[in-house]
Structure formats: structure tokens, C-alpha cells
């Protein structure tokens, strides 16, 4: 299985903060990545697929880089509604696995 | 608007099986995959696999196979998940979710969960 590394695992930020999460994939898995947001209680939410495309409808504060086996999620101006916890997600090959999360709460 | 519908709650003792629907509306429902994907409790996002609803093919991650089988009913838009064997460390909760567009593998749209709780 393609083992998924997030860092950190978790920050405390403040609003309008730039933060910046990196997702490490066990080997070479080209732009075969997403990015999930969760808020508590609630289903994860798609922000970024293909590693760098924004998911229609999701502001564009929001942004993914990489590839290989390194990418990076950038929210530029944090917002109150985007303190949660962001998934990479890697779907080069089967199984499809996740990071164990990034949270992000307030400073 | 597309949406999954599942239900808020099941609880089984160890050794049964469940079966949880997850009810689509809003769109073609033959036309995307479906997968599922389990959160235990305070823990991350685990992928069980997916069903094409157009044909009824699955693929099923390894850790589940034997245990789990998906289904679906195309008469009225449901697709099923049936987990047996069930042990305490299947308690969590379990998504089912809807690829957007082309991919099979971007997950656009979730159901809001349903908790499985396994305790004697």
C-alpha cells in the first residue's frame, strides 16, 4: 500500500493567517492527489483534485501543488469557517489511502 | 441538487453483519461510482472500495475482502454496503460518496455519515 505523511499534524493559526501543509506520498504517485476539509460531526468536503484543480465552488483562498511524491496545500487568507482538519488523499493505486489529517485550530 | 442519503444509526453485536443504504437523488445514478469509507472514532479516513452502479462491478480493498459486499438497486437509487464478522474495531462511521465528473477517484459528494456501533 502507498503510505500518506501529512505535516504537521496539527497548527494553531489565527484568521487571515497564510498556512501551508505538506503531504508525502511512500513513492512516486504523479498529481494523483486530493484534498479533503472536515469540519467535527460532518462528512469531509473535496477542495482539490488532480493535486492543484479546485473543486468547483470552493474559493479560490484554497490551493494544491506537487507531484511525485511531495505536495503542498496553501490556504492564503485563513477564514473562521476553514478551521477543520484537511486529508491528502492519493489514488495512483489501490487501495485508495488517506493521510492521517492535518487540524488546524485557532491560535 | 445531488445527495446521498443514509441512515443515522445502527448498532450490532459482535459476529453480525449490517447492511447500510445510501440513497442518491439528483442526478443519473448509473452514471458514477460510488465508494465507501469508514472514520473509527476520533481517527482518519479509511477506503473500503467502490461499486459502478451502471453494472454492479466492484473492487473491494483487500483488508475488507470476504467481509464486505456492495450492492445496489437501480429501481429506486440505493447502493449497499453489508459488512459481516463484525469486531469492535469496526465501530465508526461509514461515508458513502459519489465521484465527480470523469474521475473515479475525486470523492464530490458525501453522504452525512452513519455510525455503527458493535458492542455485546
Known amino acids: 500500500d502507498i503510505q500518506m505523511t501529512q505535516s504537521p499534524s496539527s497548527l494553531s493559526a489565527s484568521v487571515r493567517d497564510r498556512i501551508t501543509i505538506t503531504c508525502q506520498a511512500s513513492?512516486?504517485?504523479?498529481?494523483?492527489l486530493n484534498w479533503y476539509q472536515q469540519r467535527p460531526g460532518k462528512a469531509p468536503k473535496l477542495l482539490i483534485y488532480?493535486?492543484?484543480t479546485l473543486e468547483s465552488g470552493v474559493p479560490s483562498r484554497f490551493s494544491g501543488s506537487g507531484s511525485g511524491t511531495d505536495f503542498t496545500f496553501t490556504i492564503s487568507s485563513l477564514q473562521p469557517e476553514d478551521f477543520a482538519t484537511y486529508y491528502c488523499?492519493?489514488?495512483?493505486?489501490?487501495?485508495?489511502?488517506f493521510g492521517p489529517g492535518t487540524r488546524v485550530d485557532v491560535k | 441538487q445531488v445527495q446521498l442519503v443514509q441512515p443515522g444509526a445502527e448498532v450490532r453485536k459482535p459476529g453480525a453483519s449490517v447492511k447500510v443504504s445510501c440513497k442518491a437523488s439528483g442526478y443519473t445514478f448509473s452514471a458514477y461510482y460510488i465508494h465507501w469509507v469508514r472514520q473509527a472514532p476520533g481517527q482518519g479516513l479509511e477506503w473500503m472500495g467502490w461499486i459502478n452502479p451502471n453494472s454492479g462491478g466492484t473492487t473491494y480493498a483487500y483488508k475488507f475482502e470476504g467481509r464486505v459486499t456492495m450492492t445496489r438497486d437501480t429501481s429506486i437509487s440505493t447502493v449497499y454496503m453489508e459488512l459481516s464478522g463484525l469486531r469492535s474495531d469496526d465501530t465508526a462511521v461509514y461515508y458513502c460518496?459519489?465521484?465527480?465528473?470523469?474521475?473515479?477517484?475525486?470523492?464530490?459528494?458525501w453522504g452525512q455519515g452513519t455510525l455503527f456501533t458493535v458492542s455485546s
Open positions: 513513492q512516486d504517485i504523479s498529481t494523483h
Open positions: 488523499q492519493q489514488y495512483d493505486s489501490l487501495p485508495i489511502t
Open positions: 460518496a459519489r465521484v465527480g465528473g470523469s474521475s473515479g477517484y475525486r470523492l464530490s459528494y
Open positions: 488532480d493535486a492543484s
